[in-house]
């Protein structure tokens, strides 16, 4: 298992500090978590879930196409 060093002031330490403590994670684990979320090449299952979920009512390419108005004519410059 790989290890880095990182150096942070003092404010941004203190606030990933508490981050890891609300998550109720060690420091090392919320950081690795965070990487991990930031590399990762799938949809979170949150969003996977959603698919299919919505009603089909959206219009079609022909429709969003398909002229509904005459366009104005235009001036000449």
Avoid: C
């Avoid at 420091?27 to 969003?47: F, G, H, L, N, R």
């Amino acid at each position: 298992m790989g290890q880095v060093t990182i150096y942070l002031d003092n404010e941004i330490e203190s606030k990933m500090k508490a981050a890891a403590k609300t998550s109720h994670l060690s420091v090392s684990k919320w950081i690795a978590k965070i990487i991990k979320d930031k590399i990762s090449t799938e949809w979170p299952q949150d969003v996977v879930n959603l698919a299919g979920s919505w009603k089909t009512d959206f219009p079609t390419l022909e429709e969003i196409r398909s002229p509904q108005t005459v366009d104005s004519k235009r001036e000449v410059l």
